[in-house]
C-alpha cells in the first residue's frame, strides 16, 4: 500500500544528545514537510522541502536539521539545541499544490 | 504571522446532533481551505477542503460553509456519531513558494456522547 511510514513510534532522548526520526514515503511525491505537534497548539512547520536536494526552514527549524537525499526519504534530526524537544512529531508528503498527506508520527521524549 | 484562528478548543455533542467548528483567517491571498480529522495516536487525515470560490462543499455527514468577505469558514457535522470523536483542524494554504505552506488552527476536540 502507498502511504508514509515514521518510525520509530516512540523516542527517548538524553541530555545532549541528537536523534533522528524517519520518515519514508512511496506516493512518489515531491514535497516533504516536517511538523511539531504539542498539546493545545496544532501543528507548527519545522522544515519543508519541495524538491530532493533542497530544503527550507519552516517557523519553529530552531534546533533542528534535515537532509533530503532521496526523493522517498526526508529524516528529521533533533538536535541538543533543541531545549524542548518533548513533543508528538508528524512528517508528511504532497504533490505540488496538492493536499498533505501525514504519518502516523513518533512522540519524542525526555529521559 | 499569518494566522489562522479555531474555536471552539473543545465540543460536546450528544450523538445525532449538530458539530459546528468555526474558524477565521487574515491573510485574503490564501486560495485552499482544509479540514483534518485527527484520532490519537495518529496522523492528521484529510476530511474535506475547500476553495474561495465556493461558498459550500458538502461530502456526506461534513459540510464546510466558507464566507469569502467574512474571511471565516466552518465545519458542521451532521448526525454526529461517536465514531466522529476525534481533533478536528483547519488549515489554510496561500499562493506558490513559501506561501504554499499550510497554516493550521489550534484544533478542537471533539467528543460525541452516546
Known amino acids: 500500500d502507498g502511504g508514509i511510514t515514521q518510525s520509530p513510534k516512540y523516542l527517548f532522548r538524553k541530555e545532549g544528545q541528537n536523534v533522528t526520526l524517519s520518515c519514508e514515503q512511496n506516493?512518489?511525491?515531491?514535497?516533504m514537510y516536517w511538523y511539531r505537534q504539542d498539546p493545545g497548539q496544532g501543528l507548527r512547520l519545522i522544515y519543508y522541502s519541495q524538491i530532493v536536494n533542497d530544503f527550507q526552514k519552516g517557523d519553529i527549524a530552531e534546533g533542528y536539521s534535515v537532509s533530503r537525499e532521496k526523493k522517498e526519504s526526508f529524516p528529521l534530526t533533533v538536535t541538543s539545541a533543541q531545549k524542548n524537544p518533548t513533543a508528538f512529531y508528524l512528517c508528511?508528503?504532497?504533490?505540488?499544490?496538492?493536499?498533505?498527506?501525514f504519518g502516523d508520527g513518533t512522540r519524542l521524549s525526555i529521559l | 504571522q499569518q494566522q489562522v484562528k479555531q474555536s471552539p478548543q473543545s465540543l460536546i455533542v450528544q450523538k445525532g446532533g449538530i458539530s459546528i467548528i468555526n474558524c477565521a483567517y487574515e491573510n485574503t491571498a490564501f486560495d485552499y481551505f482544509p479540514w483534518y480529522q485527527q484520532f490519537p495516536g495518529k496522523g492528521p487525515a484529510l476530511l474535506i477542503a475547500i476553495r474561495p470560490d465556493v461558498s459550500e462543499k458538502k461530502e456526506g455527514r461534513f459540510t464546510i460553509s466558507f464566507n469569502k468577505s467574512a474571511k471565516q469558514f466552518s465545519l458542521h457535522i451532521m448526525d454526529s456519531q461517536p465514531g466522529d470523536s476525534a481533533t478536528y483542524f483547519c488549515a489554510a494554504r496561500g499562493y506558490g513558494g513559501s506561501q504554499g505552506n499550510l497554516i493550521f488552527g489550534k484544533g478542537t476536540k471533539l467528543s460525541v456522547k452516546p
Open positions: 508528511a508528503s504532497s504533490l505540488q499544490y496538492q493536499p498533505q498527506h
Open positions: 506516493l512518489n511525491h515531491d514535497a
